[in-house]
C-alpha cells in the first residue's frame, strides 16, 4: 500500500466514526424528552406567583436544553466532523454577544 | 447506520481536501450567519416590545399561549419527521423517505395555518405591523420565521417529488441531509422566539 493510499484509508475510518448518526429509536427519545422540555416550560410559565427572576432563569436554562438537543441529536453536530460545529457556533456566539451588548448599550438591563 | 460524511469523491460530490463535503460546510456558514440575522430581529423586537402608544395594545393582551404552545410542540415535531426521513434514505428505504416528507411539509403547514390563524386573531384586537413599533417587530420576526418555514415546506416538497419519480438515489442522501439542517434551525429559532417572544413576560 503506497502512503497515499494509506491516508485515504485512514482519513475514511476516521470520518466514518465521525459520521454514525444516532438509531431511530434514539431519535424518538430525544423527540420524547423535547415534548415534556416544552410542556414544562409552558408549565413554568402558568406557575402563579413564581419571581420574575426564577421565571426567566427557568425558561431560559430550558430552552438552552431544546436548542442543545436539537443541534446535537438532530443536526447531529455531536457526532460529525467539529468543523461543521465551528462554523456553526462562531455565528451562533457572534450573534449571542453582539446582540447582548446591543441590549445593554439601550439600557435592556438596566432598569 | 449508513453514514454520509466521508466524501472522498462521488458521482455526486468531488473529492475535497478536508475530506468533508463542501456543500454541508457552505450550509453550516449559511447556518451561521442565518444566526445573525435572526438575533438582529430577536433583539429589536426584545428592545421595542414596550414602545406602544398609551392605550394600545402591548403584545401580552393578544397572545394566546396554549394555541403557540400547541404550534410549538407540531414543529418540534416536524424535527423528528424530518430526522426519520433522512434516515429512510440512509437505509435506501425510498418509500419510507417520501411518507417521512410529506408528514414533514404537512407539519410544516399545520404550522403555517396556526400563524396565520394567529396573526389574523391579533390583527382583529388591534395588535398590527403599523399599530405600534413593537408590532412592526412582531410582525417582521415572527414573518421572517415563517416566510424561511414557508420556503422549507417547498423544498420538502420538491424533494419528495424527486424521490417519486426515481431521481432521488441513496448516493443523494447529502441533499436530504442538507434539506434537513435547514429544516432543524429554523425549529431552533422557534424555539428561542417562543421562549424570548412569547413566554418571557
Not at chain 2, 32 to 59: K, N, Q
Not at chain 2, 115 to 134: C, D, K, L, P, W
Request: glycine share 8%.
Amino acid at each position: 500500500m503506497t502512503e497515499a493510499e494509506a491516508h485515504v484509508e485512514d482519513r475514511t475510518h476516521v470520518e466514518t466514526h465521525e459520521a454514525s448518526h444516532p438509531s431511530v429509536g434514539e431519535y424518538i427519545k430525544i423527540a420524547i424528552i423535547l415534548a415534556i422540555v416544552t410542556g414544562l416550560e409552558v408549565g413554568i410559565a402558568y406557575i402563579p406567583g413564581i419571581p420574575f427572576g426564577w421565571l426567566v432563569a427557568s425558561l431560559i436554562v430550558l430552552m438552552v436544553i431544546k436548542f442543545a438537543m436539537v443541534a446535537m441529536w438532530f443536526m447531529h453536530l455531536k457526532f460529525d466532523s467539529a468543523i461543521y460545529r465551528r462554523f456553526f457556533v462562531i455565528g451562533l456566539v457572534l450573534a449571542v454577544v453582539l446582540f447582548l451588548i446591543v441590549l445593554v448599550s439601550f439600557g435592556k438591563f438596566l432598569r | 447506520m449508513a453514514t454520509s460524511d466521508a466524501h472522498l469523491g462521488s458521482a455526486d460530490h468531488p473529492a475535497t481536501a478536508t475530506g468533508l463535503d463542501n456543500r454541508k460546510l457552505a450550509m453550516w456558514a449559511f447556518l451561521g450567519s442565518e444566526c445573525l440575522f435572526f438575533g438582529a430581529l430577536i433583539s429589536t423586537f426584545l428592545l421595542y416590545r414596550e414602545r406602544v402608544p398609551e392605550g394600545g395594545v402591548r403584545p401580552e393582551d393578544v397572545y394566546d399561549i396554549p394555541f403557540t404552545s400547541v404550534s410549538s410542540f407540531v414543529l418540534l415535531m416536524s424535527s423528528l419527521t424530518m430526522v426519520l426521513a433522512l434516515a429512510a434514505i440512509q437505509r435506501g428505504d425510498h418509500r419510507q423517505l417520501r411518507i417521512w416528507l410529506v408528514a414533514t411539509a404537512g407539519l410544516g403547514m399545520v404550522f403555517i395555518a396556526g400563524q396565520i390563524f394567529e396573526f389574523t386573531a391579533f390583527i382583529e384586537h388591534g395588535f398590527t405591523m403599523r399599530s405600534s413599533v413593537s408590532g412592526s417587530a412582531f410582525f417582521v420576526l415572527t414573518g421572517f420565521h415563517g416566510a424561511h418555514v414557508t420556503v422549507g415546506i417547498l423544498m420538502l416538497l420538491v424533494m419528495a417529488m424527486f424521490s417519486a419519480a426515481g431521481r432521488l438515489t441513496q448516493e443523494h442522501t447529502m441533499r436530504i441531509e442538507m434539506l434537513g439542517l435547514y429544516w432543524h434551525f429554523v425549529d431552533i429559532v422557534w424555539v428561542v422566539i417562543f421562549t424570548l417572544v412569547y413566554l418571557i413576560p
